[in-house]
């Protein structure tokens, strides 16, 4: 099945994520596929004015937030992409192209759904049994923003984080239900967020008026 033509807008924040091809692990040190990812990440913002929230790189995928003010969400990520698997390829010495096809990115079109993708994409190396607490995990933008690890890429104002920093941190270390995690998954997998349905009701799991 086609995929629908990308929507550009600079209204709201797109969650964006790609998975290496398949599913392999990246064949370099993490420390440094998280290097050259930053790297790419601050070309974008300076070159293509791309706004960054927030970044998880994970063993073989990562997840973005980002804001694009000049409505160019395709060009932001075919270069981006493109220039980091290029390196990542060169210095991995592969032969097969790093990323598995294009990425894939949802419009966030409102503020509990950017805090609810916020929270999920932090808790990943959570839910991957990496680490038990979202701000120890190393190859994240949290670490950055919390003053614990060098930052490597322009950030927006983490407003979520400012305003209520222990708050924010013991909701971010708390567990998502199983039932709304598949909600969200499956939310993200369209061009604007859509909560999976209950059953019996047919009411979306996850409303505009939720933060999990």
């Known amino acids: 099945m086609p995929r629908c033509k990308t929507i550009f807008q600079s209204e709201f924040p797109y969650n964006i994520s790609a998975r290496c091809i398949n599913q392999e692990w990246f064949t370099l040190p993490m420390n440094r596929v998280w290097d050259i990812m930053c790297e790419e990440l601050t070309y974008a913002i300076k070159d293509k004015n791309l706004v960054v929230h927030s970044f998880v790189l994970m063993s073989n995928h ?5 804001t694009t003010p000049d409505s160019n969400i395709s060009s932001c990520m075919l270069q981006f992409m493109r220039r980091t698997s290029l390196r990542l390829t060169r210095e991995g010495n592969r032969i097969n192209e790093t990323f598995a096809g294009r990425h894939y990115k949802c419009i966030l079109q409102h503020p509990n759904y950017f805090l609810n993708a916020y929270k999920y994409n932090y808790r ?10 979202v701000e120890s995990y190393p190859f994240s933008t949290l670490p ?4 614990i690890a060098e930052v490597k890429l322009p950030l927006a104002e983490d407003t979520t984080l400012t305003s209520d920093l222990r708050g924010t941190l013991e909701w971010l270390n708390t567990e998502i239900d199983p039932l709304r995690k598949n909600a969200l998954r499956f939310g993200f997998r369209h061009q604007y967020f859509k909560s999976r349905l209950y059953k019996h009701s047919r009411q979306p799991i996850i409303s505009v008026t939720d933060r999990i």
Request: glycine share 10%; with cysteine.
């Open 62 to 66: 990562f997840h973005l937030i980002a």
């Open 124 to 133: 990943n190396p959570v839910f991957a049994g990496i680490c038990k607490r």
């Open 144 to 147: 950055m923003k919390l003053g």
